[in-house]
């Protein structure tokens, strides 16, 4: 056992910023958990539950989408950290992505499909970075089994990246992540910080619209759902934060959709 927690110690002093390494760990650790329990009773008592948005989505349609937003697969992979997508299993389709009274971002089977991407895929993002801010998303997820949504923001520069993220298959939750760091040193991964939303019997995110927010300042990044607090670390941004909205298929939720869904 001793040697075990040797090994697991020397392997997170390898991989993992010494930021994580301070008083703020074990103090974020119990923050985010009274956060998690704080949503929980809320959704069983179905406090802020209800969410009815105000917005009128001017901004989507005072401007040509090709011209605000990056749609088709050679301009995001331009433009997307690392030059490529991630789980790469798909055909990027602009015709995937549409505005009616809401944008609607889908995902579609290719029964054409060649070099084993078998769906068309809904992805697009801002071409424009913002700094600090808070980053609203009125959302419903879709409820295929295997679907990956992403409701996200990443650096110019490739990082940090700050996720609401949630997988077809989950009835009443959802995945607030933070990436701050590749390590591309052996046997080291993503840095990351990945936290599960759980809800109850009111939280509904595959049936229901509710304003999942991301907050980015200088010292810390924060969470919301419908503006309860869910997640905080104490770590900021320090660079433009392009917002991004996906709708792919990925090795993220272990199943894969079949064709008709």
Request: proline share 3%; net charge positive.
């Amino acid at each position: 056992k001793n040697k075990s927690m040797r090994i697991s110690y020397k392997f997170y002093k390898h991989c993992f910023n010494k930021i994580w390494f301070n008083e703020h760990l074990m103090m974020n650790a119990i923050k985010n958990l009274f956060y998690k329990v704080r949503f929980f009773i809320y959704s069983l008592i179905n406090y802020k539950m209800d969410y009815k948005s105000t917005h009128t989505f001017d901004l989507f349609y005072d401007y040509d989408l090709t011209y605000m937003w990056n749609t088709s697969e050679d301009n995001i992979v331009k433009s997307y950290p690392h030059g490529e997508l991630p789980e790469y299993k798909y055909k990027v389709k602009e015709e995937n992505v549409s505005i009616k009274d809401k944008i609607y971002v889908s995902v579609t089977y290719n029964k054409d499909y060649t070099e084993k991407k078998r769906f068309n895929a809904g992805v697009f993002h801002s071409k424009k970075g913002y700094k600090y801010g808070l980053f609203n998303y009125y959302a419903m997820f879709p409820k295929t089994e295997g679907i990956w949504s992403g409701l996200w923001t990443f650096g110019v520069n490739g990082l940090p990246e700050v996720d609401f993220e949630h997988c077809g298959q989950w009835r009443r939750k959802v995945a607030a992540t933070f990436h701050w760091g590749y390590v591309y040193k052996p046997n080291c991964k993503k840095q990351t910080k990945n936290n599960t939303i759980t809800g109850a019997k009111y939280f509904k995110p595959r049936t229901k619209y509710y304003m999942y927010s991301i907050e980015t300042t200088p010292y810390e990044t924060n969470w919301y759902i419908n503006g309860i607090k869910v997640k905080t670390v104490d770590m900021g941004v320090d660079n433009d934060q392009r917002f991004m909205v996906t709708c792919v298929v990925g090795d993220y939720c272990y199943t894969t959709p079949r064709a008709g869904e």
